[in-house]
Each structure stands twice: as structure tokens, then as C-alpha cells.
Nanobody, 124 residues
Framework: QVQLVESGGGLVQAGGSLRLSCAAS????????MGWFRQVPGKEREFVGA????????YYADSVKGRFTIARDNAAKPMYLQMNSLKHEDTAVYYC?????????????????WGQGTQVTVSS
């Protein structure tokens, strides 16, 4: 079992930055590929980005490419989502997730474990 806890959400003006953290406990954090998703009320959970088990490859949704960066330290330290040049449409609850698989990371079905989410609000 892996427990995930997100932190770092909050209110920021458009154009600003936030860094979200995802801390894990339980099984070895470095045995999982990790992803970030976001969700607004009434819509499906949306892929934001992911990082492979080794940390050598990252993938991003087109909507955040060039603005968001995922980083992880396989020595069981938190995974981060650095969000720059934030836009009002980035407002959502952000979730981190862990997957024992190293492919198809843009799909929610690939993930076995989810955090509780952290709210990000970008004022326009």
C-alpha cells in the first residue's frame, strides 16, 4: 500500500507560480511511475504530466507543456510539480498518483494509488 499526500496548493494571480509536492509513505516510492492529474467540478479528471519510474522521462499535456515541470528524487523524497505562468484555466484540484506500470501514464486507469488532492486557484 502506498499513501500519497499532496501539498502546496493555494491562491495565486495569473502569471504567477506554485510548486506542488507529493509525499509518499508505505512501499518504496521509487518503485512507481508518478503522475499528476487535475479535476474541476463536472468534468473528468485530466492528465497533467507524468514521470517514469527511472525519472529519466517526463510527459506533459499540451495545455501545460513549457509551463509545468515534474521532478522526482528516487531516494524517497517528494515528487514536485512546478507550475509557472499560471492561467485562470489551470484552476482545479490537483492529484498525484502512483503507477506500477511505466507506460500509458496519461490514463487514470494505469494508477493504483491516489492522493486526496490539493486546490489550486488562479485569479484572472
Amino acid at each position: 500500500q502506498v499513501q500519497l499526500v499532496e501539498s502546496g496548493g493555494g491562491l495565486v494571480q495569473a502569471g504567477g507560480s506554485l510548486r506542488l509536492s507529493c509525499a509518499a509513505s508505505g512501499r518504496t516510492f521509487s518503485n512507481y511511475a508518478m503522475g499528476w492529474f487535475r479535476q474541476v467540478p463536472g468534468k473528468e479528471r485530466e492528465f497533467v504530466g507524468a514521470i517514469t519510474l527511472s525519472g529519466r522521462s517526463t510527459y506533459y499535456a499540451d495545455s501545460v507543456k513549457g509551463r509545468f515541470t515534474i521532478a522526482r528524487d528516487n531516494a524517497a523524497k517528494p515528487m514536485y510539480l512546478q507550475m509557472n505562468s499560471l492561467k485562470h484555466e489551470d484552476t482545479a484540484v490537483y492529484y498525484c498518483a502512483a503507477s506500477p506500470r511505466n507506460y500509458g501514464l496519461e490514463y487514470t486507469t494505469q494508477y493504483n494509488y491516489w492522493g486526496q488532492g490539493t486546490q489550486v486557484t488562479v485569479s484572472s
